[in-house]
């Protein structure tokens, strides 16, 4: 891609997106590539025009939240946000950023994981929790379900118990498992009001997305 074109995407964030966009996506996992962090920050600026906060250290968040890569199945998946906002901080430090808006920066990153477990603090971890959370669920969020099951090797459903009525949910067997173990949770526990409203309307197209699937099976 085009890397004018591609900096150009995160305005008004341009030189920023210069210096980070190389450092952003760690890894070959298309469900956390830079069309990723794109809708993360578009997520994410969208929320702040409405509930405020500092927009140039929720970019840089948005930018770095996935440098370090950690896949799905990886006993060091609680770690990646964490591993992630050390990295990010040597690169704001490298970069000149002060002391006050890295820390601000990394936490939002180490926070910004359903993985990691941890609550946001400040106004930018938590847009930039729910911006996260925003692109896993909707109909971007069953694609990246798919395509992440695919990566894993999981397959899409039980032929025999597709809704799991008589058996556990298994979402490393099965990939629509992961709808009721996840995807169906996460419009429950987001930070600010514009995000819970953004994620009511993807919540539902999700249920469309599995109650489509299901008809189809």
């Avoid at 069309?35 to 993360?40: S, T, Y």
């Avoid at 920050?41 to 440098?67: K, S």
């Avoid at 729910?130 to 990246?144: C, K, Q, T």
């Avoid at 992440?148 to 009525?165: E, H, K, M, V």
Wanted: negative net charge; proline residues 3%; contains cysteine.
């Amino acid at each position: 891609m085009n890397t004018d074109k591609m900096t150009r995407a995160f305005a008004p964030f341009e030189a920023l997106a210069a210096d980070l966009i190389p450092h952003a996506a760690d890894g070959d996992d298309g469900s956390h590539d830079i069309a990723h962090i794109l809708r993360v920050f578009r997520n994410a600026m969208a929320i702040q025009a409405e509930e405020g906060g500092n927009a140039r250290i929720l970019a840089a968040a948005v930018l770095l939240h996935d440098c370090v890569a950690v896949e799905k199945n990886s006993p060091q998946r609680a770690q990646a946000s964490r591993l992630a906002a050390e990295k990010a901080s040597g690169i704001l430090q490298q970069l000149g950023w002060a002391d006050d808006d890295i820390a601000a920066a990394a936490h939002a990153i180490t926070t910004h994981s359903f993985s990691a477990n941890l609550s946001p603090e400040t106004l930018e971890a938590k847009i930039l929790q729910d911006a996260d959370r925003l692109d896993a669920i909707g109909m971007v969020g069953a694609a990246r379900c798919f395509y992440i099951a695919g990566r894993l090797g999981s397959g899409l459903y039980d032929p025999f118990d597709p809704l799991a009525t008589e058996r556990p949910l298994d979402d490393k067997r099965f990939a629509i498992d992961h709808f009721e173990t996840k995807l169906f949770k996460l419009a429950d526990g987001f930070q600010t009001e514009t995000g819970a409203r953004f994620a009511g309307a993807r919540h539902d197209r999700l249920k469309t997305v599995l109650a489509m699937f299901i008809d189809e099976i």
